[in-house]
Structure formats: structure tokens, C-alpha cells
């Protein structure tokens, strides 16, 4: 028991660590927000200013400036037809319920997002409670267009290290992958299936490590495009944006491997010359990896991974004649030209590197 609770305690206190960005930028902004609403434009309560930067920044992953905008723009526009429907049928219980059934309605016409619907819902709901401002009810609606342009410049000047949190996740995935191919080593060298059985478990969830990694580089390369601080990144982030790809397929195309490996060794005879292939990839994984960092490990990586391409011929090993083993080279085949576009050869140069069979 003791156990489960330090490693609760571990992973509360490294989400609260890594939050401390977020939290900063959320803090920043709202303060900014409600600085130029209220000492600015001297707004009483601007609370929508507040509000609105806050829920535009969040504590998601995707911090995209359009996804920015677009909780920003939903939020706003809550506001706006609420105020609207204030003045033309006043408030109470009835109007109330109109409002939001006609802001529901109207979001999910502009947008498919859940949340979209309920972020304009929430924000025409505290326009109809709240007492209606002194200077006018569309005053709030200036306070929301204040908070989601203050969260917006907030992304650009005080942008959430997603170079960093890109390259987390790539290492998560890349931990997963090569796990798996050095579990394919031990498996064809060793004969065993246990260790095999676990990576086919490991690399069957390894979408959720791709798709964060997607997404959190999507949001980096969309922020260096705005954020003066980032804008000299941007051809390494265009260069990890084709590793991610070549490794989402490889992935894919790995566990289909592992399947076929899995199958394979259930004759109970070891393979020693895959299992010298499984530990070339992981090498040359090990160095596409790095090259997140130096793009001199990356180019390497891809001198090796021309070496392992060459030997996938079955006849190399005299297993044409043996359906069985001769599908795992065909099968490392579309693999190894993932990795290779992974290292930022092009597909037509890398399948030009295939042998023939």
C-alpha cells in the first residue's frame, strides 16, 4: 500500500512541477486581462476578461493559437448573443432557458466541438444571472474579446516550452518501440515467447504516445510561427514533424511484426540471424532518437538503417524456399523505409534502397 501512495505522491508532484508553465502563463494573462479591463477601460468587475484568458489558455496539450481562438471566439460569442437576448426579452426563468437552448443550438451550427457548445453555453448563462454592468450590458463582451486577445499574445510572448513537452513525448513513444524490438531480439535469439507477449501488449498501446507526440508538435510548429522567441526553431521542428510521421507508421508497421515474430517462435527454434537484424534497428532507434537533439545522430541513424535495408532479401539467409520466416524480412521491408523517411530520406530514395527479391 505504501508503495501505491509514493507513487501517487510521485506522479502528483511531477504533474504539478510540469504545470508550473501553464500556470504561470494562466496567471500572467488573467492578470494582464483584468489590468487593461479595469485600470484601462475602467470597467467595475471584469470578470469575462478573466474568465475568458483563463479557459482560452486551459491546461491542455494543444496549445495551437487556432484553438486558442477558437474557445476564445466561442466564449465571446456566448456572451454577445446573451447580452443580446437580454435587451430584447429582458430576464428570468423562461428567457433563461430560451438563451441557452438557442446558444446551444447556434454553437453546434458553427462548431462540432463538444466543448465549444458548452464553453458559449456557460459563459450566455453568467450573462443572464449576473446583474448587468454599469456603462451597459455589451461591456462584457469587450471583456471577452480583452481576455481572449490577452491569452492570445500570452501564447506568443510567454509560449509553454512545447519544444520541450514535444520531445517528451517522442521519447515515450521511442522508449515503447525500442522495448518492443529489443524484446524481438531477446525473443528469436532465446526462444521466448513471455517477453514477447509482453511487448505485444506494449506496442498495441502505443497509439496514445503517437497521437500526444502529433499534437504537442502541431502546437509547437504553430506557436514558432507566431512567437518571436520560437520563429528560429521552426526548421527543427519541421524536421521532427517528418520523424513523427516515419515513426507513427513504423510503429504501426512494428506491430504487425511483433505479431508475426510471436507466431514464428512458437516452434521453439531460435533464430540468431533476426536476431542480429532486431539489434541493428534498435541501434539505429536508439540514434534517430538522439537526433531529437543533434542532427548529426539522425544522419548516422540513417547510414545504418541503408546497411539493415540492404540485407532484407530472404535468399541472404537462405530462407527464400520458407514462407514462415522469409514474411518477417518482407515484413521489416515497409518498416525500415518508415524509419528511413523517419530520418528524413524521402519514401521514393528509401524504397529505391530495397533490394530485389
Not at 40 to 45: A, C, K, R, V, Y
Not at 57 to 75: K, N, Q, S, V, W
Not at 81 to 98: N, P, R, T
Request: hydrophobic share 50%; with cysteine; proline share 4%.
Amino acid at each position: 500500500m505504501s508503495e501505491v501512495w509514493l507513487d501517487r505522491l510521485r506522479q502528483s508532484t511531477t504533474r504539478a512541477v510540469e504545470s508550473i508553465a501553464p500556470i504561470s502563463q494562466i496567471v500572467l494573462a488573467a492578470v494582464a486581462g483584468y489590468s487593461i479591463a479595469h485600470f484601462g477601460l475602467g470597467h467595475e468587475t471584469p470578470i469575462f476578461a478573466v474568465t475568458v484568458a483563463i479557459t482560452a489558455l486551459g491546461f491542455t496539450r494543444d496549445a495551437r493559437p487556432r484553438r486558442i481562438i477558437e474557445t476564445a471566439l466561442g466564449m465571446i460569442i456566448g456572451i454577445l448573443l446573451s447580452e443580446v437576448f437580454l435587451l430584447s426579452l429582458g430576464q428570468g426563468l423562461i428567457q433563461l432557458a430560451v438563451v441557452l437552448l438557442i446558444s446551444l443550438l447556434a454553437a453546434r451550427f458553427i462548431s462540432g466541438s463538444a466543448s465549444f457548445a458548452l464553453t458559449v453555453g456557460i459563459q450566455a448563462m453568467l450573462v443572464q444571472i449576473l446583474p448587468v454592468p454599469d456603462g451597459g450590458a455589451f461591456l462584457r463582451s469587450i471583456d471577452g474579446l480583452i481576455g481572449g486577445l490577452t491569452a492570445l499574445v500570452f501564447t506568443a510572448i510567454i509560449p509553454r516550452d512545447p519544444r520541450g513537452i514535444a520531445n517528451r513525448d517522442a521519447e515515450k513513444l521511442f522508449r515503447v518501440f525500442i522495448d518492443s524490438v529489443e524484446a524481438l531480439r531477446l525473443a528469436t535469439k532465446n526462444v521466448d515467447e513471455k517477453v514477447l507477449d509482453e511487448a505485444l501488449i506494449r506496442v498495441r498501446r502505443s497509439q496514445p504516445l503517437i497521437d500526444n507526440w502529433r499534437l504537442s508538435l502541431d502546437s509547437a510548429v504553430a506557436i514558432a510561427k507566431i512567437s518571436p522567441f520560437l520563429r528560429k526553431y521552426r526548421d527543427e521542428l519541421s524536421g521532427q514533424l517528418r520523424l513523427m510521421r516515419g515513426m507513427d507508421l513504423a510503429t504501426r508497421n512494428l506491430r504487425v511484426v511483433v505479431r508475426r515474430v510471436d507466431f514464428l517462435v512458437k516452434d521453439g527454434e531460435p533464430r540468431p540471424y533476426l536476431a542480429d537484424l532486431f539489434e541493428q534497428i534498435s541501434q539505429a532507434a536508439q540514434l534517430l532518437e538522439s537526433g531529437l537533439d543533434d542532427s548529426s545522430d539522425r544522419r548516422e541513424a540513417q547510414r545504418q538503417l541503408v546497411y539493415i535495408i540492404h540485407q532484407l532479401d530472404p535468399k541472404r539467409f537462405g530462407i527464400g524456399d520458407q514462407l514462415r520466416e522469409a514474411s518477417v524480412l518482407l515484413l521489416l521491408r515497409p518498416l525500415l523505409v518508415d524509419l528511413l523517411c523517419a530520418s528524413g530520406m524521402s519514401e521514393e530514395d528509401a524504397r529505391a534502397e530495397l533490394p530485389s527479391i
